[in-house]
């Protein structure tokens, strides 16, 4: 299953503990395709830098180079026509139609009131963990 995350998502998941990084648990055991495109790929290094500078502890660079090399990164145009209330999100959903991938896990409220755009989802993380990762029945 492909989804693209978030850079909240992303960055949540290696910096902290919680659903964000369930989610990249199951990307490193292949149990989901991340997909990106280099200006997320770019989007997710920018923050980590700056995340980094207030938890030192935490080195960002080993997830960010696994990214690199292991994800789906495509070429994704611009949208044609703004979609999402804070423009600089719509490169999620480019990255979305440009690698015919339904799902984006995203804690951004703008984000989120995307759903249902071109059939994309757009889904909390803990919606995507409880609906394609939950091991209950």
Known sequence: MKVILDTNVFISGVFFSGVPH?????WRNKMITLVLSEEILD?????GDELAQT?????????LELVAIHANIVEAPPLSVP???????DKFLACAIASNTKIITSGDKALLRTSGYADIEVMTPRA???RYLSTTP
């Open 22 to 26: 369930v989610i990249l648990d199951a």
């Open 43 to 47: 989007e997710y290094r920018r923050v």
């Open 55 to 63: 938890f030192p502890a935490v080195d960002p660079q080993p997830a």
């Open 83 to 89: 979609v999402c209330t804070d423009p600089d999100d």
């Open 128 to 130: 995507f963990v409880d």
